[in-house]
């Protein structure tokens, strides 16, 4: 193209694929800067006290149109509970959650959010009806750039960071995570804070 070696009915498509390869670089270094910042351990960052209820909300409506455009339904159930936290890393987090519920679902799926009290924690849960992960790859999943099926990630895009920055993410706040996940059934991942 810039040689003026392309078609003129060519150029649009060259473009098209440009762009969203350069969008996929710019995620990949922005995620690559959070992770960073998570290993430096994130002391300096803002912490307040999080309504995870109220922001699993805000995250549900932000991810409205690519659940639409992926034929996913997304409810959020539960009540309010509270963490001290960084907020940015917290809505980093369930976004991340919710965004890999959509992409690895199925047609027709659903992404569900719980949120609830239990004990001296205050809980987060997604859970799918998506494809699932194998068992002997539940372990890895959470490592940076580890893909499950590559082919598969490739199609749906993403940096291979997003659970990474997940997992280093619980640990600034001291929370817990645990995965269940059946192939061809779904997902579930639950995370649990330190009560506010």
Known sequence: ?????????DTACFAGQIYS???RLINLVEDIIRLSRLDEGA?????????LYALSGSVIDSLENEAKENNISMALCGS?????????????MI???????????KGNGSVKLTVSNEGEFSVLNVSDTGIGIPPEHQSRVFERFYRVDKS???EVGGTGLGLSIVKHSAMV???KIDLQSTPGKGTSITVRFPKA
């Not at 810039?2 to 009915?9: A, D, S």
């Not at 002391?43 to 309504?51: C, K, L, V």
């Not at 309010?80 to 980093?92: D, K, S, T």
């Open 1 to 9: 193209m810039k040689n003026g070696l392309v078609k003129p009915e």
């Open 21 to 23: 390869e350069a969008q």
């Open 43 to 51: 002391e300096d960052m803002q912490r307040e006290r999080i309504d």
């Open 80 to 92: 309010p509970a509270f963490i001290w936290g960084v907020r940015q890393l917290v809505g980093g």
């Open 95 to 105: 976004y991340n959650l919710c965004e890999n519920a959509i992409k690895y679902n």
């Open 152 to 154: 598969h990630s490739k």
């Open 173 to 175: 706040h001291n929370a």
